[in-house]
T-cell receptor, first 116, second 113 residues
Framework: GAVVSQHPSWVICKSGTSVKIECRSL??????MFWYRQFPKQSLMLMAT?????????EQGVEKDKFLINHASLTLSTLTVTSAHPEDSSFYIC????????????FGPGTRLTVL | EDQVTQSPEALRLQEGESSSLNCSYT??????LFWYRQDPGKGPEFLFT?????EEKEKERLKATLTKKESFLHITAPKPEDSATYLC????WGGGSNYKLTFGKGTLLTVNP
């Protein structure tokens, strides 16, 4: 149980284009989903928290207009990196908290983004 | 500001050589402390949640303990497949926390056969 998927698992794009990453909870409903990024040999840094049907809450220093988050249903959240640049290249990981569950977050497998 | 410090940064063990990983934390009010395992190129895998000092949780060769200032992840008779980065995270009470996690930098464990 508590399986989270991400798509795509990796993506390469040209500078200036936009990329959308999907995060799905496969066997549970997620009240809250989280988006993290992780640089090589670094820990996870929370980018934003999204609740179904409401606007995402972004962490300090994260550009809202660059990283668009949509949480349209209890099983799907999307992160769109707009006008991507090489410095946006990173490992993006989502997590989800089970609706009416405990405090744990269950993580997806991650998406490797490379911007050329 | 919540802070999590893990030590050591890296640990090499021989198969069967037991040891412990440390997670020291500072948080305004601890809602929960979490241990995750992360393999290279993958997302973290949930291991344990601890809520109060004195609590212990076990899973196979792993045992997590919690005090008011730190948590330990004890690994008994490790095997090569236990090699991974182990992450510690805290979750605080308080308005607006929204169940967010603050992670430490992790301990890279390598178990040699």
């Amino acid at each position: 149980g508590a399986v989270v998927s991400q798509h795509p698992s990796w993506v390469i794009c040209k500078s200036g284009t936009s990329v959308k990453i999907e995060c799905r909870s496969l066997d549970f409903q997620a009240t809250t989903m989280f988006w993290y990024r992780q640089f090589p040999k670094q820990s996870l840094m929370l980018m934003a928290t999204s609740n179904e049907g409401s606007k995402a809450t972004y962490e300090q220093g994260v550009e809202k207009d660059k990283f668009l988050i949509n949480h349209a249903s209890l099983t799907l959240s999307t992160l769109t990196v707009t006008s991507a640049h090489p410095e946006d290249s990173s490992f993006y990981i989502c997590s989800a908290r089970i609706r009416e569950g405990g405090n744990e977050q269950f993580f997806g497998p991650g998406t490797r983004l490379t911007v050329l | 500001e919540d802070q999590v410090t893990q030590s050591p940064e890296a640990l090499r063990l021989q198969e069967g050589e037991s040891s412990s990983l440390n997670c020291s934390y500072t948080v305004s009010g601890l809602r929960g402390l979490f241990w995750y395992r992360q393999d290279p190129g993958k997302g973290p895998e949930f291991l344990f949640t601890l809520y109060s000092a004195g609590e212990e949780k076990e899973k196979e060769r792993l045992k997590a303990t919690l005090t008011k200032k730190e948590s330990f992840l004890h690994i008994t008779a490790p095997k090569p497949e236990d090699s991974a980065t182990y992450l510690c995270a805290v979750q605080a009470w308080g308005g607006g926390s929204n169940y967010k996690l603050t992670f430490g930098k992790g301990t890279l464990l390598t178990v040699n056969p």
